[in-house]
């Protein structure tokens, strides 16, 4: 288990002892004690460097207004912003003419952000869910961020340290523990073709499988979220919902059987076959939450 706590000005006190709670509640365990990613910054650090060696990353004073403002000329185009990881509605492509052509061949941690030499190559790969994937970073993001500041520490008395941003930090991370497979929501798939390109630019090895899942949605197809109400696995547990009637509808989902009865994580473990996960969006129904509350 990796906790991934960089996202400084989002991670709230409680959050990582309640998530590990809640996973043990359902029945999922790991080996060791968690990682906490924030422990791994000599890595970063380390890749950060080796990046630099090879010009492949150069730093950016330019604020977000001053970005949009040079991608606003007609040949530049707007894509699904992807900011550390997350989709956070639309952004411009950072502009190719923004990237300077002398870059430093070492890296020192004292501007607002450093950004990667992104190629114009194409990158394939099959995802194990979401199948063929063909995707070119340079058209769809430029580039991107892979050691920042964040806003909060920028405005603090004291300048605090930059660090890795999520793209950097999850390639390091996973490829210094020997990660084979990685599940996640299919929202991230453009994010897939950014961490080859850094597994292949740090000789870090082969990059994972990945396994991209079709994302859980409200009525109206949009993604699961306030919006439609908490549906926040503790509020359900705090209501005394048993976990193993979450995992039968998860399981429902996963297409092992309708819901009917209860299911342990263990009995999910042995029913669960790739071929019956579904390729669309999973639509979280009302008839699903009166499952969970027994009505």
């Given at each position: 288990?990796?906790i991934?706590?960089?996202d400084?000005?989002?991670v709230?006190?409680g959050?990582?002892e309640?998530?590990?709670?809640?996973l043990s509640?359902?029945g999922?365990?790991?080996?060791?004690?968690?990682?906490i990613?924030?422990?791994?910054?000599?890595?970063?650090?380390?890749?950060?460097?080796k990046?630099?060696?090879?010009?492949?990353?150069?730093?950016?004073?330019l604020?977000?207004?001053?970005i949009?403002?040079?991608?606003?000329?007609?040949?530049?185009?707007?894509?699904?912003?992807q900011?550390?990881?997350a989709?956070t509605?639309r952004?411009?492509?950072?502009?190719?003419?923004?990237?300077?052509?002398q870059r430093p061949?070492?890296?020192?941690?004292?501007y607002?952000?450093?950004?990667?030499?992104?190629?114009?190559?194409?990158?394939?790969?099959?995802?194990?869910?979401?199948?063929?994937?063909?995707?070119?970073?340079?058209?769809?993001?430029?580039?991107?961020?892979?050691?920042?500041?964040?806003?909060?520490?920028?405005?603090?008395?004291?300048t605090k340290?930059g660090?890795?941003?999520?793209?950097?930090?999850v390639?390091?991370?996973?490829?210094?523990v020997?990660?084979?497979?990685?599940v996640?929501?299919?929202?991230l798939?453009?994010?897939a073709?950014?961490?080859?390109m850094?597994?292949?630019?740090?000789?870090?090895?082969?990059?994972?499988?990945?396994?991209?899942?079709?994302?859980?949605?409200g009525?109206?197809?949009?993604?699961?979220?306030?919006?439609h109400?908490d549906?926040?696995?503790?509020v359900?547990?705090?209501?005394?919902?048993?976990?193993?009637?979450?995992?039968?509808?998860?399981?429902r989902?996963?297409?092992i059987?309708?819901?009917?009865?209860?299911?342990?994580?263990a009995?999910?473990?042995?029913?669960l076959?790739?071929?019956?996960?579904?390729?669309?969006?999973?639509?979280?129904?009302a008839?699903d939450?009166?499952w969970?509350?027994?009505?």
């Open positions: 288990m990796r991934e706590d960089l400084t000005p989002r709230k006190p959050v990582m309640l998530t590990v709670d809640l509640w359902l999922i365990d790991w080996d060791t004690d968690p990682l990613q924030s422990t791994q910054r000599e890595l970063h650090e380390s890749a950060m460097r990046l630099a060696s090879k010009g492949l990353v150069y730093h950016c004073s604020s977000r207004a001053e949009d403002a040079a991608a606003s000329a007609p040949q530049e185009t707007a894509w699904p912003a900011v550390d990881g989709a509605g952004e411009n492509v950072y502009p190719r003419h923004l990237r300077p052509v061949s070492t890296f020192e941690d004292a607002p952000s450093w950004r990667f030499v992104v190629p114009d190559d194409w990158v394939t790969f099959d995802d194990m869910i979401a199948g063929k994937q063909r995707h070119q970073p340079a058209t769809s993001i430029g580039d991107f961020v892979v050691w920042t500041r964040r806003e909060s520490e920028k405005s603090s008395q004291h340290p660090q890795a941003a999520y793209q950097l930090a390639v390091v991370d996973d490829a210094n020997g990660v084979t497979d990685v996640r929501g299919d929202d798939l453009d994010s073709a950014r961490q080859m850094l597994y292949h630019a740090l000789d870090a090895g082969v990059a994972p499988r990945y396994w991209h899942l079709p994302l859980v949605r009525d109206d197809g949009r993604r699961l979220a306030k919006r109400g549906t926040r696995l503790d359900y547990r705090s209501r005394g919902i048993r976990a193993e009637r979450v995992i039968a509808l998860i399981a989902w996963c297409g059987s309708p819901v009917g009865h209860e299911m342990t994580a009995e999910f473990r042995q029913r076959a790739v071929d019956t996960i579904p390729r669309n969006p999973v639509v979280f129904t008839e939450e009166a969970l509350s027994h009505r």
